[in-house]
């Protein structure tokens, strides 16, 4: 990860559209998010290019790929209509809090924080996005132009650190201009003060230590905590709807957990973060995904990033991308809630790696129909990049030049956002299952109950490969390539077969094509395929989506008890967590015949959270890849689990054999809990005497300190 990373905030303003906003919030799963480089899109107000407060950080040239180039909130809001013509459902734009002022490196002709990464007053907007009173009039503009568009907002968020300590205004934070803290001026502890990471596999370094010389703030410190979380709201409360949260895998962990349940308490929301590296390689696997499953925050999907850009610009054959995703299909529970890209603001572009516009057709057709929600790069729809110094940062942030809406990646956008969004819920719901695989050709199917979509790719530019053997859960019938022939599909034959396997007609995939048939059925019964937030406590607003729900108010049953339903629609329920024991839940929903629709998954909370630093002295001894966790009364605690997916940790050892653990606990809750070992191979120690008992705090934060017993 680079110091240039993304936040999301999507945005409903209007009180009449209070229930339809909460409904698009919090199921995200058909949208199609465009990332927006703020600074590098479009100069929609000049006035604000080079405003007094930070002056000299400007180049009208756009020669100086470290200087701010004029792009702004206005820019964005002027090119709404060519985004909304893409099929663009959701704009994710940089992080807009105030940045530092200075010229981050002194001696440099310009250094800027252009990318939105170094901020210092996370009360406020930018100047340069803004203007040059730091006021939410320009946000509110777009945030209103957008939700005109049917277009959500999305701000990225870097909850992990300020600014550049080493230079600039070294780490200053300032809260609506007055200011808190910087590197050598912090009596209140604000921040961490700790070495640069040297091991990134390294759980306390990765949470505890600097990143990228970004002074590293504290969450527990209790006036961080409240800074944080009153700073997001804020954000909600001009119409954010969702944010990209950075650098996720560097934040307090356990604190995460509290802020996912503090945004989803103040306004509908969705909330994804950047977990760099979050393959199956990384030595931390295991952790992310469990992060993703219980936290209720979506992750960026860096193992189908890294498989795309291997398949379709290195060459590598299909089956590392098939296999990538049966792999993360089987350990993410929430697989369709992650969030699917090939590009970023902080590597370089694929066309960089290969310049070759079949092969983004390609691997664009391929995220848009892949399970997970896709995010388009900004440029990538109009074949920009820059290949200097390999296209890598800052070079891959290119100033967006063209806005043609001509192009083939534009009307590729335009047709398979259209499908996922209103034709066929088996891209935004569906599984996802491979039907046909050799090097060079990739045939998949999407499927969510009788709702088909199947898609063939072949990758080479020169063969076409005959297609023999291939089933497919499409009906028996004729069917047209729904891209109308774009990327050079053509009709297919299937006929009747049994167990959801119906032969297609033998056929020749030509080089360098891609084609989608799909079938879209009425259902019979109510069926479910999206919940949202997935975890929270009673009285907290949730929304199910799916289709077949009627339009009159059915159920909405937490074993034998109801929900309050605040509005229903025959695609979307919200409704309110009624008062049940904390665990995990089969949700189930009626229509109002009575007729039952399958079971979704929902965490009960026992309250709202508040993030605890647990510490026990002097534990049981460890060997390598032995680890102490923490169990206890409550969901929170894992319910007495003993394993690594139900207990809450690993704990931290800087100062072994002493262990501490920040973790988010119900508010005003008496708990008990004891600490366990769990060892290389699964076994469990647990310590003696009676569980301890703690009191949680009703706000704030808290902290526990026992000894282990022996």
């Known amino acids: 990860m680079t110091s240039s990373r993304f936040r999301f905030a999507i945005v409903c303003s209007a009180t009449f559209l209070a229930f339809v906003c909460l409904a698009n919030a919090q ?85 800027a924080p252009y990318h939105g990464y170094d901020g210092h ?34 701000v990225d968020w870097a909850e992990n650190d300020t600014n550049y300590n080493a230079g600039g205004e070294y780490g200053a934070l300032y809260n609506n201009g007055v200011f808190m803290a910087n ?31 970004l002074e590293d703030l504290n969450q527990e410190n209790p006036t961080i905590d409240s800074y944080l979380k009153t700073a997001i709201h804020q954000f909600q409360t001009h119409g954010a709807d969702g944010f990209r949260l950075d650098a996720v895998k560097h934040v307090t962990w356990g604190w995460e957990y509290s802020l996912a349940n503090s945004v989803f308490n103040q306004s509908p929301s969705f909330l994804y973060g950047e977990w760099y590296n979050n393959d199956q390689y990384d030595a931390l696997y295991h952790d992310a995904y469990k992060f993703a499953n219980k936290s209720g925050i979506s992750e960026l999907d860096f193992g189908v ?42 590597e370089s572009r694929l066309l960089t790696l290969n310049n070759n516009n079949n092969r983004l057709h390609e691997a664009m057709a391929f995220l848009l129909t892949c399970r997970g929600i896709p995010v388009i790069l900004y440029g990538d729809e109009q074949y920009l990049h820059n290949d200097t110094n390999s296209g890598n940062d800052p070079y891959n942030r290119v100033w967006m030049s063209s806005f043609s809406t001509t192009t083939t990646a534009y009307q590729l956008i335009n047709k398979l956002a259209t499908l996922r969004q209103s034709s066929n819920d088996a891209l935004a719901y569906g ?19 009788n709702d088909v979509v199947l898609v063939a790719i072949n990758k080479n530019d020169t063969t076409g490969y005959a297609i023999s053997g291939l089933y497919t859960a499409l009906p028996a019938g004729t069917y047209t390539d729904y891209l109308g022939g774009l990327l050079g599909g053509f009709g297919l034959t299937v006929t009747s077969g049994s167990g959801g396997n119906n032969p297609a007609n033998n056929f020749t995939l030509p080089a360098h094509t891609v084609a989608v048939w799909q079938a879209a059925a009425t259902p019979s019964a109510p069926e479910v395929g999206s919940i949202g937030p997935t975890v929270g406590q009673p009285g907290m607003k949730v929304t199910i989506a799916g289709k077949g729900f009627g339009t009159s108010t059915g159920q909405v049953l937490f ?58 002295n002097n534990a049981t001894p460890t060997n390598t890849g032995d680890y102490i966790f923490l169990t206890g009364s409550t969901i929170e605690l894992g319910n007495w689990g003993t394993t690594f997916d139900t207990a809450i940790g690993p704990m931290l ?23 366990i070992k769990i060892a290389a191979n699964g076994a469990v120690t647990w310590e003696n005497g009676s569980n301890h008992q703690y009191t949680v705090p009703s706000s704030g934060t808290g902290s526990v300190n026992v000894n282990w017993q022996y």
């Open 431 to 449: 599984g996802f299952q491979q039907r046909w695989l050799n090097n060079d050709v990739y045939i998949y199917e999407r499927k969510f109950f």
């Open 121 to 154: 007053d996370f009360m406020r907007v930018e100047e340069h996005f803004g203007d040059s009173s730091n006021s939410w009039t320009a946000f509110d503009n777009l945030v209103s132009a957008a939700h005109s568009n049917g277009i959500k907002v999305i």
């Open 653 to 675: 050892d800087p100062n072994y054999p002493n262990w501490f653990l920040n973790a988010s606990m119900p508010a005003g809750t008496q708990i008990q809990f004891k600490f």
């Open 305 to 346: 990033n890294s498989a795309v850009r291997d398949v379709f610009a290195s060459n590598n054959n299909f089956s590392e991308l098939d296999g990538v995703l049966s792999n993360e299909n089987a350990n993410f529970l929430w697989n369709n809630d992650q969030v699917t890209f090939f590009d970023s603001h902080d």
């Open 27 to 111: 199921d995200f799963k058909k949208q199609v998010i465009y990332q927006i480089v703020t600074d590098r899109f479009f100069d929609g107000d000049t006035t604000n290019d080079n405003p007094s407060q930070s002056a000299g950080l400007f180049d009208s040239t756009h020669t100086n790929w470290f200087a701010y180039w004029g792009g702004d909130l206005a820019g964005i809001q002027q090119k709404m209509s060519y985004i909304k013509g893409m099929g663009a459902t959701a704009i994710w734009i940089s992080h807009t809090v105030d940045n530092e002022n200075l010229n981050l490196n002194p001696g440099t002709p310009i250094s």
């Open 559 to 616: 074993g034998t008890t109801g929900s309050s339903i605040q509005s229903w629609s025959d695609s979307s329920v919200t409704f309110t967590v009624p008062s049940v024991s904390n665990g995990i839940y089969q949700v189930q929903l009626k229509n109002s015949s009575g007729t039952a629709a399958n079971t979704i998954q929902f965490t009960v909370l026992t309250a709202q959270l508040i993030p605890v630093t647990f510490t026990v």
């Open 183 to 213: 590197d050598s001026n912090d009596p209140n502890g604000y921040f961490h003060h700790n070495p640069a990471i040297g091991d990134f596999n390294d759980r306390y370094q990765l949470q505890y230590y600097t990143l990228e010389q």
